[in-house]
């Protein structure tokens, strides 16, 4: 068998290198493909003094690297899933969703905790994503939100440098990248909610091109894929981007999902929370369901005002 050459599209920041190295490197356990990397800067790289949702939100950080693909420049795309807008474009998709890393939101500080509740009253917490504002404003008001963009070891070292009390990071970047050490509590799913795909890693390719597919289906993890396609259904029908503060959590067990909700307020004030359980063949199903639960119980209201904000 002749020997493949594959071009692995990648933002260039050191957490996106670690997976798309960690991508090329399980593909390359196949002694006919060979992998190489091929860095983009993408919108959401280079604008880092704007918040995301001020700027398009989460599709920011996937739009030049699918121009790549759709130009042919290469052959397949690394995402962390979170960042991955629920409408792809057309004749491109997701053919493999690798297994999930920790899915929690994790708290940095430079002395130790156990939690949120051990933060000083009116500490100033470090975050750029608006879920995880409403949701640490909803357990404490007091609490001074401060907009930290840039990459996760940008947002470790302003951390050390004293401009926050404390930053919120996805436990599966830092564990990713050796920083496990630099967690100080991990909070729990029933505190803050993970986005969409959390912990999850989306290789992304052209439909008709069935050699990657074939290739980057030895990746797919069902459970993991079936989690995160009910957390997609969810926000999709929410229609909701980064820009909006919306929080989506499948666990699959057997055959069976569990899939948690929530839509909150920017102020933490309101929030709607909710969950439903069924087969995993109904992922997708399941994750509308729950929206128009959510819906039926006030979020358009929400999202409306979010919105308009």
Known sequence: ???????????????????????KAELEK?????????KITTSGDKILDVPLAKIGGKGLFVKEIEEALLRGDIDLAV?????????????LDIFAITEREDPRDAVSTRY???????LPHGA?????????????????????IAMLRGNLDTRLRKLQDGDFEAVIVAAAGVRRLGFESQITAYLPVEQSLPAM???ALGIECREDDMIVREHIGRLHHPDSAHAVR?????????????????????VVTSRSLRLDGLVCSLDGTRMIRNHVEGSVDDAAVLGTTLAEELLSQGADAILKEVYNH
Not at 13 to 19: E, F, P, V, Y
Not at 124 to 133: A, M, P, Y
Not at 234 to 250: K, N
């Open 230 to 250: 009910a957390e997609r259904a969810l926000v999709d029908r929410l229609e909701g981007g980064c820009q909006v503060p919306i929080g989506a959590y499948a």
């Open 30 to 38: 196949d002694p006919n493909v060979k992998v190489s990397l091929q």
């Open 112 to 118: 130790p905790i156990n939690g949120l509740d051990d």
């Open 1 to 23: 068998m002749s020997q493949i050459e594959l071009k692995v599209g990648t933002r260039a920041s050191r957490l996106a290198l670690w997976q798309a190295e960690w991508v």
């Open 79 to 91: 995402h962390s899933m979170k960042d991955v807008p629920t409408v792809l474009p057309d004749s």
């Open 124 to 144: 100033t917490i470090g975050t750029s994503s608006l879920r995880r504002q409403a949701q640490l404003l909803h357990r404490r008001p007091d609490f001074n």
């Open 197 to 199: 795909g959390q912990g």
